[in-house]
């Protein structure tokens, strides 16, 4: 029995800035030795990003920990061959450069997989590898969340569209190809041998619309912003407390009722306006005054309790501050404390995958600019000390 889900599975992770980085951070959080790859000198553009504790950019770590680090310019012919070399024996190449880039290098999947035919590829970028008029066009994440959709969807009707607060393109497309690396994994255990897995920030984006992109193919409508209401389901609103805010859904007719009985109005159970969803949104103008008025007058803590009494689900909306110290997130061990030679102790985001038998850990926080290079270098491809000062000086390591 393997102490972790991927035990036994090298990644070398070439990737910088969130997608790629973030993949990495789940396949190291599965157990993966993941090799994290970066340009001497400077490293990965997060390593300056704020916040800083005691130096070192928090931003960085929250992304990378678990892994190792080496340093190779990828652009330079004898850091290439070092690269190759190391595909001879890793599972996985990860990579999110500009599409054509790693081909230029000589280090695009048909080459890497004549050297190791069972390597996985994958390869996350703004609009994918190919079938895109915009292949070589750059993508940060705000262009993958106005292009796939979202941002028009997400705001209040008489305001602009609103990007998500997280980057939603960068994290989404990230566990697509953790969930890709994963089949094309499985899959080789049966064929033998790897393929190119080719993930899009923008697709990612599209993909989780929900209903918005059948709403349209289906009847011609084009869903837009509603604020913090549901398209489809009534009472599902954010409504303010009198020293607070409270998230409320309701996806039934039996939760709509058990709400009716909670806010003291059980007559709305036979108003012919609260009789199901449908009718709930038709008349939304008449009903949520109602909820709102009884929500200000009564405290986030009250409303918790007396929608809790009538199996209504609810939750306090928290700011940042707020969450980190429920309950919850402590208990499932969702805040880990590492130790980290500059920065000291860091607390960061722990794995969300449960696992019973394999369970997912954080043993360290991400590495220094290469921490691993002799470990990697010397340990996995047997270079001496000599060859690494003249790979130095030369600035390919």
Known sequence: MSK?????????????????????????????????VEMP????????????????????????RNKK????????????????ELVKTADVVLENFTPGTMEG????????????PRIVMASVSGFGQKNSPYVTKVAYDPIAQAMGGIASLNGYPDGPPTKVGVALG????????????????????VSGTGQHIDVAMTDSIFSILEHAVLRYTASGNVAGRIGNRHPALSPYNFYETSNGWV????????????????IGKPEL?????????????????????????????????????????????IGPIYAI??????????????????????AGTMKLVGPTIKFSKTPSKVDKAGPMLGQHNDEVFKGILRMTDEELNRLKEAKVI
Not at 247 to 262: F, K, P, Q, Y
Not at 321 to 342: N, S, Y
Request: hydrophobic share 40%; charged share 25%; net charge negative.
């Open 170 to 189: 960068d994290i989404s497309a990230a566990l697509y190809t953790t969930v890709g690396i994963c089949a094309a994994l499985y899959e080789r255990g």
């Open 105 to 116: 290098f000589g280090l695009g999947y048909e080459e890497l997989s004549k050297i190791n």
């Open 41 to 64: 000198g400077t490293g990965d553009e997060t390593r300056t990003g704020a916040p800083f504790l005691n130096g070192e950019s928090t931003y960085f770590h929250s992304i990378n």
């Open 69 to 84: 680090g080496i340093t190779l310019n990828l652009s330079k012919p004898e850091a290439q061959k070092i690269f190759k």
């Open 247 to 262: 998230a409320v859904g309701t996806a039934s007719n039996s939760v709509a009722n058990r709400l009716a009985d909670a």
């Open 321 to 342: 501050d707020e969450a980190v110290k429920d309950p919850h997130f402590m208990q499932r061990g969702m805040l880990v404390e590492v130790e980290h030679p500059t």
């Open 4 to 36: 972790t889900t991927l035990a036994g599975i090298m990644v070398l992770d070439a990737t910088r800035v969130v997608a790629g980085p973030f993949c990495g951070l789940i396949l190291a959080d599965l157990g993966a030795e993941v090799i994290k």
């Open 269 to 313: 159970k036979d108003d012919p306006r609260y009789s199901s969803n449908v009718e709930r949104l038709k008349n939304a103008a008449y009903l949520e005054p109602l909820i709102k008025d009884w929500m200000i007058e009564r405290t986030k803590e009250e409303v918790i309790e007396l929608f809790n009494e009538h199996d209504v689900p």
